[in-house]
């Protein structure tokens, strides 16, 4: 894998080597690699995250190098520069016309896609349902048994190139219409309902104790979240600005299921 690295990080700094034919290929293997979820835009490891630049770089320069086509689906066509994904019963997914996933995005055994559109370099794991009209974003990271609700915008990272991917862990139920962005951290069993939107600069405010604690760019494991608003001065008035907030938490349980109902149901978040 070092190899790999060496030839990707020196095409980024000199892009007249794309043009060599080692360099391709190797820029190929890379999403081959991420295709079959053996390679990651970021990983899980001991006390946090590891995002791989150098992969995201290769998705990258993986667009100069391919050469639009016609790919024909059924009466469906498109022209585009990147195949689409195959396989899926041997792989064992189910796929709801009209789901779209780019070669490139690895999707997990036990996963479905109903309506909606993964992008190159996402990686979605076993268990969890994209709903319709959802989208997972370029090298977007999404656990298992995750809910990604209908409407659902998870953002991409192609551009910029520095931003982290959002990771969206296990066992997180993500509600209608929400919109998670900018390189956004939601730690496990969280539950974020309808129309929550997160970037980097939203306040997630934790409103559950006597004083407010507030977050950025982090959801906290296990954390019931709604849509809010704070007070904020500016020079032609003070106005309301949108927030986000923490107003309980979701029980451990074994039983994922039921303790996801009685999270939305104590605390009377819509989905």
Request: aromatic letters at 6%; a positive charge; charged letters at 25%.
């Amino acid at each position: 894998m070092n190899a790999i690295r060496k030839i990707i990080e020196a095409a980024w700094e000199n892009r007249a080597l794309l043009k060599e034919e080692a360099t391709q290929k190797t820029i190929r293997e890379v999403v081959n690699l991420l295709d079959s979820g053996t390679l990651r835009v970021a990983e899980p490891i001991v006390g946090g995250w590891q995002v791989n630049e150098w992969v995201k770089k290769a998705v990258v320069l993986y667009f100069p190098i391919q050469k639009m086509e016609t790919l024909e689906v059924g009466i469906f066509e498109y022209h585009d520069k990147i195949p689409l994904k195959k396989g899926y019963k041997e792989k064992g997914i189910r796929v709801v016309p009209h789901a779209v996933a780019r070669h490139g995005s690895y999707i997990a055994p036990g996963t479905i896609l109903m309506p909606s559109y993964v992008n190159i370099g996402a990686y979605v794991d076993e268990g969890t349902m994209v709903d319709t009209w959802s989208t997972v974003g370029s090298c977007a990271q999404i656990g298992k048994n995750v809910h990604l609700s209908g409407g659902v915008g998870i953002g991409g990272v192609l551009e910029p190139l520095q931003a982290a991917p959002v990771i969206i862990e296990d066992n997180v139920f993500v509600g209608s219409r929400c919109i998670v962005v900018e390189g956004v951290h939601v730690e496990t069993e969280a539950v974020l309902g309808a129309n929550v939107v997160l970037t980097m600069s939203t306040k997630i405010i934790d409103v559950t104790g006597d004083k407010p604690v507030i977050y950025k760019g982090r959801v906290p494991a296990r954390s019931v979240v709604i849509p809010g608003s704070y007070k904020k001065q500016f020079p032609a008035g003070e106005f309301h600005v949108p927030c986000a907030m923490i107003i309980g938490k979701r029980k451990e349980s074994t039983n994922k299921k039921t303790s996801l109902n009685d999270a939305l149901r104590e605390n009377d978040v819509a989905v």
